[in-house]
């Protein structure tokens, strides 16, 4: 499947879930994700180029454990997706460095989710980056991700949440630039 999204930063994200709740979404229980990002050492800095793989080992909850590989097609938040679940973490980690993979970042979310129609809506509390919202909808092969975008941002809108900018990178990237700057 190829996952399109928009991410934005939150202004208040009391007030997005106020909104979200007189539009009568509701999101469902937090989860913790432990997301740890890997690539080939000649990738790290390819993020977002079309074709590059990136592979993500992400523990929900301290016990369920997804092994995903995403490759960017038109940017960092437009890939082809596949996910399972896996029985260790530390087995896949070390069968990755095996391989030759490195990580590209570690970083630790809180997340809710709910759905409108066929488009999951994400609240993410990211330590120490922020609150945002993410949509995000899932295609079979080519799509016009203009396209998509526009329905993306036209629910955001039509909801009425505020935000401060749009992202257009993931929080792997995200994260490696703030701790890059020394924030």
């Known amino acids: 499947m190829r996952e399109i999204e928009i991410k934005v930063l939150l202004k208040d994200k009391d007030l997005a879930i106020a909104a979200l709740k ?12 432990h997301d740890v990002v890997y690539c ?5 800095e390819r993020a977002g180029e079309s074709g590059v793989n990136w592979l993500r080992i992400r523990t929900q909850n301290d ?3 997804f092994f995903t590989l995403k490759q ?17 973490a530390s087995e896949m980690d070390a069968s990755l460095r095996l391989m030759g993979y490195e990580i590209f970042s570690d970083l630790t ?3 809710q989710t709910a759905h409108v129609g066929k488009i999951e809506l994400c609240l993410d509390e990211v330590p120490p980056l922020g609150s945002f919202i993410e949509l995000e909808k899932l295609v079979d092969g080519p799509s016009d991700v203009v396209a998509v975008e526009r329905e993306l941002f036209a629910v955001l809108d039509s909801l009425g949440i505020e935000y401060d900018e749009r992202i257009t990178i ?14």
């Open 22 to 33: 007189k539009a009568d979404i509701a999101l469902g229980k937090p989860k913790k994700q």
């Open 40 to 44: 080939l050492p000649g990738d790290r």
């Open 63 to 65: 016990s369920e454990v």
């Open 72 to 88: 960017s097609v038109s940017g960092s938040l437009d890939s082809i997706e596949h996910e399972t679940t896996i029985a260790s």
């Open 109 to 111: 979310k809180y997340r």
């Open 170 to 183: 993931g929080y792997d990237e995200l994260m490696n630039d703030y701790l890059e700057a020394g924030e």
